[in-house]
């Protein structure tokens, strides 16, 4: 068509070219988006209101401010194109590096045994969520250029690169997002061409390594017995196996159709610890019941189809190696915080994305949807 | 390329992605669907705190249906610990608390309301109470500034009240918080109507002491139920169910007041007459105690039981003090808490004559009217022992009616004599219920002892400092025959013998319960008999008439004339109410005698048995005899006398 490169006039760009990003949209990752974001602060919601009479919404407002936010960076990544990313990925990268060195000093403050906030105000930004981001774009930017040749050197290099925020993570310590990070590494190294054999061998390195950090001294003690918490739960000491406990009972007690919005008996009397954040799962479950829940399940596996079926479709490899590690991160955040709160794993303090009270994690996780989002929109420019 | 393509590797974490969404479908529906109910009934318990409300309990009343026990309704101010610990003005709070109690009557100062805060019998899920009995205008002040007063509130509790006073307060006993131990091994009772166990907290309230404490099963109430729903704070949200407590069950006893107040008055009375007086042989009365025992002699049913000292139970409301206990424990020497008509144990002198002489009789030894000549004097064994007389009185060739109507000392010694080598006595003692607790339905009764030559020697060998003699000598069957030395009996087992004695000879428990009444708040047949305490055989004595004859004869007279316990009955009119009897002085080491009298009466159809057993009182007739007869005179209707001042008694 002829008229294609006659007009490049903004406004009418997308009505006339066909391969214009705005006419690619995937409109099911955008209702599993904005169907989380919705049930998300409802949840959060119904679970810091408290037993009444009088309610508190300083969470609503919040985390509704976090969702709007996270919406400016969801319309920001969608529209710009991802391949800035592939361009910007080792600034981004330095940056939340750098942040990550910042924060482990005595700039950065400490709350609940971490040091992994710097405290803006009434909030507090979490630079390891931004680092999911960055190593999403570096790993991804290093495997397509290798474009599948990948030798030790390079596989160390690779490694090399996971390696370093997860290091000064760890050192915060936070093990739910070095865990987290460990996921997207392994998924892209995966897709993204790793050797078989370098597989294997990374496979029986990391099982050892799992083994060495439970007997050493690198993991505290209350990291350890929160980790080993599910192969024990009949060790009341554990408090970890309290807290797992109070959420299956919270979870049991929703029954099929659930108590009803504001009626979760547990949930409304704060039995479940940490339940707006890592325990939110229980909330929505106690209230709507294995309908409900489900229902939230679905939203989450429709996402993460989405988000696999873009990875394929996705113009170059650089597309398809980002959409891999998004859906790492989401699938391992929905498997081990969801698992833990059902008691099948190890507690670890990981957000439920789009679920879990909390700014950076929820602005981390819409924009990489945006990003997403920006592939899919692209997938034939 | 040597490794799988992207395409076949990405498929690959799809498959993984689906597994795990498998796994927590799966997991979902085990948790909501399959093992839900029994995860749901945790999460009940776990949010739901179980309050029990202390029922009122049940009233005691006289066998007439005169309220002994019964409850008032009391105010008290309670703090809630939970909610006063995040008070950020708690010292002022306490302060103008204690103000406020000091001007509407309840004078109270903050240390006082501090130590009760902090009492650790209340647990943090109960308002604990800091002022008890304070006045209503307490609680309208509290009420109006209420918002001066956050975490405080006025509680209404059940607590006793005694319409009589102190009287009977031995018998009713008292009640009080339930100890850490005794909570872990009280048995509750069950509610006659639903058989709800009445369970105990930590703040219950259990019989401490009398018929609270042996009927507390029917006494206690059942305890309401208050389900709270707390939060994971343990902070109470809200009720969610709540069953009323239900009062607990009338005691109705065979116990008459009257003649209760009328045996306390006069033991009272005549002991502090003798108190500081010297008796015939110049020993100092320090009638320091002493007991009345009343039954009714067809049934076992206790009508009186005085002790003195005793205690008031009003003192026990609330709690008593240390203090206030102290001084208790002593008064002018002995201890107001023990009850000496059941735990008392006592020579029983010569009211034990009543069972030599049947020992005698029953085994042929003599006949009615088989005489001795009383010289005033008997000696026995090698080496030689002599008895006496009291006052070495002569009285002659003398049958048993005779020798029992004048207390003749030498004819019994003359039976222990004779029965020496037998256990006779002693086995006509245990007939009659001595040597073994009555099973009276009060706590803490002696069982008292007659020795037979066997625990004589037994004591001998186990404790050879206090009992330095183990060989059973002819004079200690002589003193035996004479209720002396080698024999105590409690105030009660005496009455109960002379009860059986009148009878006909049936032993029976005897009982201060009565029956068991309904709540006159009860929902259902208020006041309604639940169930009656039947009379218990526990023995026999045979008493057959050449038996029962002779010696109903001489303890007849005993009261009359020449009987050595005339002296109290005169006045009393003996044609309407012939009273039975016999005076006993047995004679204590160092000390005066104990004063003794044990009857039954009317003589023909025997309604009362009566006997009092006074301490270092002197002779039988003169302390006992009269605080019986005064007794008698609310049991016959007759005029009622003061006691007479002491003086040298009467012989014996």
């Known amino acids: 068509m002829l008229s294609s490169s006659v007009s490049r006039h903004d406004s009418n760009r997308s009505r006339r070219d066909p391969t214009a990003p705005a006419r690619h949209l995937d409109p099911l990752l955008m209702l599993a988006v904005v169907g989380l974001s919705i049930v998300g602060i409802i949840a959060v919601y119904s679970a810091t209101r408290g037993p009444g009479p009088t309610y508190s919404s300083s969470y609503l407002i919040k985390q509704t401010a976090f969702v709007g936010i996270g919406a400016g960076a969801f319309v920001i990544f969608s529209i710009v194109d991802y391949r800035k990313l592939h361009d910007w990925a080792w600034a981004f990268y330095g940056l939340t590096t750098f942040m990550l060195v910042l924060v482990i000093s005595p700039l950065g403050s400490q709350s609940k045994g971490a040091q992994a906030w710097f405290a803006l105000g009434p909030f507090q930004l979490q630079p390891a969520e931004f680092a999911k981001l960055s190593l999403i774009g570096a790993l991804g930017f290093m495997l397509s250029e290798f474009r599948g040749d990948i030798d030790v050197r390079r596989m160390f290099s690779l490694l090399g690169v996971a390696a370093l925020p997860m290091v000064l993570i760890l050192i915060q310590p936070d093990l739910g997002l070095v865990l987290i990070l460990t996921a997207i590494a392994l998924a892209m190294l995966l897709v993204g061409g790793l050797p078989t054999k370098f597989i294997v061998v990374l496979t029986l390195v990391g099982l050892i390594g799992i083994f060495g950090a439970l007997n050493s001294p690198v993991l505290k003690e209350y990291q350890i017995s929160r980790l080993t918490a599910f192969a024990n739960p009949d060790d009341k000491t554990n408090p970890a196996v309290y807290n797992v406990d109070q959420s299956q009972q919270a979870i049991a007690n929703g029954g099929v159709t659930g108590e009803g919005l ?50 394929q479709i996705a113009k170059d490899s650089f597309g398809s190696y980002v959409c891999i590690g998004v859906l790492a991160m989401f699938a391992f955040s929905i498997f081990e915080n969801v698992g833990m709160a059902m008691g099948i794993m190890p507690v670890t303090g990981i957000p439920l994305l789009l679920l879990s009270a909390g700014g950076s994690s929820t602005v981390t996780a819409l924009a990489a949807l945006g990003l997403v989002m920006s592939v899919h929109a692209r997938r034939f420019q | 390329m040597e490794t799988a393509s992207p395409r076949t590797r990405m498929s690959l974490v799809g498959v993984v992605v689906i597994g795990c969404f498998m796994a927590l479908f799966a997991r979902l529906w085990y948790l909501q669907v399959m093992e839900a109910p029994r995860l749901q009934v945790q999460a009940i318990a776990n949010r739901t705190r179980v309050v029990a409300i202390e029922a009122p309990r049940g009233r005691i009343l006289d066998v007439n249906g005169k309220v002994l026990v019964d409850n008032r309704t009391s105010l008290s101010v309670t703090i809630d610990r939970v909610a006063f610990r995040k008070l950020r003005d708690r010292d002022d709070l306490m302060s ?73 307060g031995n018998v009713l006993g008292y009640v009080g918080r339930i100890t850490t131990e005794r909570l872990k091994v009280a048995q509750p009772g069950v509610d006659p109507d639903s058989g709800v166990a009445k369970t105990y907290q930590s703040n219950s309230t259990i019989g401490l002491a009398g018929v609270e404490s042996t009927y507390e099963k029917e006494l206690r109430g059942t305890p309401g139920v208050e389900m709270i729903e707390v939060d994971s704070k343990n902070r109470p949200v809200g009720t ?3 069953q009323a407590p239900k009062a607990g069950s009338d005691v109705q006893l065979h116990i008459d007041i009257d003649v209760q107040v009328r045996a306390e008055q006069s033991l009272q009375d005549k002991l502090l007459r003798l108190r500081g007086t010297n008796q015939r042989d110049g020993t100092l009365r320090n009638a320091t105690a002493g007991s009345v025992v009343v039954l009714d002699p067809q049934s076992g049913g206790v009508v009186a039981l005085a002790t003195y000292p005793s205690y008031d139970p009003r003192d026990f409301v609330n709690g008593i003090s240390q203090e206030r206990y102290d001084q208790l424990t002593d008064v002018d020497g002995v201890s107001a808490l023990i009850d000496r008509s059941i ?39 090698n080496p030689a022992q002599t008895f006496t007389n009291a006052g070495s009185t002569r009285n002659g060739t003398i049958s048993l009616p005779t020798a029992l109507t004048l207390s003749s000392d030498v004819y019994f010694y003359w039976l222990g004599d004779r029965m020496d080598g037998s256990k006779l006595i002693q086995d006509t003692a245990s007939a009659y219920g001595f040597d073994k607790r009555t099973g009276i339905d009060l706590p803490n009764e002696s069982a008292g002892y007659v020795l037979t030559p066997e625990d004589k020697k037994a004591l001998h060998a186990k404790y050879p400092e206090s009992y330095s003699e183990g060989t059973w000598y002819t004079g200690d069957n002589v003193q035996l025959a004479v209720g002396q030395n080698v024999i105590v009996v409690t105030p009660l087992q005496l009455a109960r013998a002379y009860a059986a004695f009148a009878n006909g000879g049936t032993l029976y428990t005897p009982h201060v319960g009565w029956r068991i009444l309904r709540s006159a708040n009860s929902d259902v047949n208020p006041g309604g008999v639940i169930s009656v305490i039947e009379p218990v055989v526990t023995g026999t ?19 009359t004339g020449l009987g050595t316990g005339s002296s109290a009955f005169i006045g009393f009119n003996q044609q309407a109410f012939p009273v039975v009897g016999k005076t006993g002085t047995a004679q204590v080491d160092g000390k005066a005698d104990t004063s003794l009298f044990a009857s039954y009466g009317p003589g023909v159809t025997p309604r009362f048995a009566v006997a009092a057993v006074m301490e270092e009182s002197g002779f039988g007739a003169e302390a006992a005899g009269e605080v019986v007869r005064h007794v008698y005179e609310v049991l016959a209707g007759q005029t009622l006398t003061d006691a007479a001042p002491a003086s040298v008694g009467s012989t014996d």
Request: charged letters at 15%.
């Open chain 1, 262 to 311: 504001f009626n979760g008996p547990q949930t409304k009397l704060g039995f479940v610890p940490e339940q707006q954040t890592d325990f939110i799962f229980t909330a929505v479950a106690e209230q709507f019941g294995f309908v409900g829940a489900a229902m939230v399940l679905l939203l989450y596996g429709l996402l993460c189809y989405r988000i696999w079926r873009i990875a």
């Open chain 2, 96 to 168: 103008r608390l204690a103000d406020v109690l000091t001007r509407y009557g309840t004078p109270t100062k903050i240390s006082s309301l501090e130590k009760r805060y902090a009492d650790m019998q209340f647990d943090d899920l109960q308002p604990v109470p800091v002022a008890t009995d304070v006045s209503e205008e307490v609680q309208w002040y509290l009420a109006e500034h209420a918002d001066d007063f956050p975490t405080i509130a006025v509680e209404r509790r059940s607590t006793r009240v005694y319409p009589y006073g102190a009287a009977a």
């Open chain 2, 240 to 242: 969610s169910s709540y």
């Open chain 2, 343 to 381: 735990s008392g144990q006592y020579a029983p002198g010569s009211t034990f004559k009543l069972v030599t002489a049947t020992a005698a009789l029953s085994n042929g030894l003599i006949t009615g009217g088989t005489s001795y000549n009383d010289q005033g004097v008997y000696t026995v064994g």
């Open chain 2, 541 to 559: 004595v045979a008493l057959p008439a050449d038996v029962r004859d002779p010696i109903l004869a001489g303890l007849s007279r005993v009261t």
